[in-house]
């Protein structure tokens, strides 16, 4: 199984979150962001139409869209499952994965700020006010589902789930763009948990082989 | 069962989509996010921590997200099924579904547009270019998937999927906003299909009692 992804990616450390939880082996495959490597027809055409990473391939399969493909492992390698069965708490998952997924993510990254910068020649403290703007609505959504649903040592009960897979990544993001995430207790205490994690640990763009790409 | 959702927003059309072709009956509670009811306390804290639309409510129960709304569905009206069982089925139909719920909608919907207007001052012209830039690469996209992966009447096979509910309120917003779409041949088959389809027509903005909302 080969995972096609970028080490400072958060939708590919998603994945690499979820295969680390469930003890899947899998060859890194660097694809370069910053430098349009995911634009290439090769790649487009053949592992990823969507034109992004992360793309997981598995013999003839390939597969992209971070959440796609943590759906397919849970089906593919059901232990330990990170989308619960259980009909309600399923979708408290889902909600809190989907508001960071849906609501966060996309408007904060690379193709987004870039655009601002080149096309709508925006200052950097504009981006800067940009990117916090979008945290601390999103932020602020996530801590408010965490009070109100919220149970055990994750964000749901005792085990990292699909929202920790997706609510890790989007923090680690906003802590290297510099925002302040003390206003959400609730989020901190699971990200502090994950540091300390193994699977967690392992799929940090730190540790990435990829990690000294300019 | 409650959906508090806007006529003109593509989450909430999903989600309308959803519970027509399923035949659910629902009360529609009209929720105005271009006054900002969305973000009313009352509503945030009672109904919808994500501070959107749409929300279901059923009882005590209540969900944001409209993708999790539709899986929370599929799971309590299984007829139809709209996220297919089959492992790799599900997820051609779950990398589309995300395609547009990640990659195009959330950089192009109102909260964003009116951010570009009112705090970095963009032109009408400038506006239009970034709604037009990221229909045209998310499209391409789509149609790529499609041309790959696609099959039978609707996106995958022969009945209508959550992809095809994803699907439509994006293209109904796109051409909305005067996007020409022409050069998405698989895609419009989809649209033309779901214009005749008693369902998507149901759930469709100008028929929706909030529609006359300024």
Redesign the interface.
């Known amino acids: 199984m080969q995972l096609h992804n970028f080490f400072n990616s958060s939708t590919s450390y998603r994945v690499r979150i979820a295969l680390a939880l469930k003890g899947v082996p899998f060859d890194y495959v660097p694809v370069n962001i910053r430098t349009g490597e995911h634009r290439d027809a090769k790649y ?2 053949q592992l990823n ?4 990473v992360p793309a997981l391939i598995d013999g003839d ?1 390939s ?7 943590i ?2 492992l849970d ?2 390698f059901p232990e330990p499952r990170l989308i619960p069965a259980d ?2 708490l ?2 408290r998952v ?2 809190l ?3 960071i ?3 966060i ?3 904060n990254n690379l193709r ?1 700020l870039r ?2 910068e080149t ?2 020649n ?1 200052t950097a403290e ?1 981006k800067s ?2 990117y916090r ?1 979008w945290i601390a ?1 999103g932020m ?2 996530v801590e ?2 965490l ?2 649903y919220g149970t055990g040592l994750w964000c749901f009960g005792d085990a990292p789930t699909l929202a920790d897979c997706c609510l890790v990544p989007q923090m680690a993001n906003a802590l290297r763009m510099g925002c302040d995430l003390d206003t959400y207790p609730l989020s901190l205490a699971v990200y502090r948990r994950a540091s300390t994690h193994h699977a967690f640990a392992a799929a940090a763009p730190a540790l990435q082989p990829d990690c000294a790409t300019p």
């Open positions: 487009v055409n139409p969507s034109a992004a399969f597969l992209g869209q971070s959440l796609a493909i759906d397919w089906a593919r009909r309600d399923r979708a889902l909600e994965s989907y508001l997924a849906c609501d993510h996309p408007v987004v655009y601002l096309e709508l925006v504009q006010a940009w703007h609505e602020a959504g408010r589902l009070g109100k």
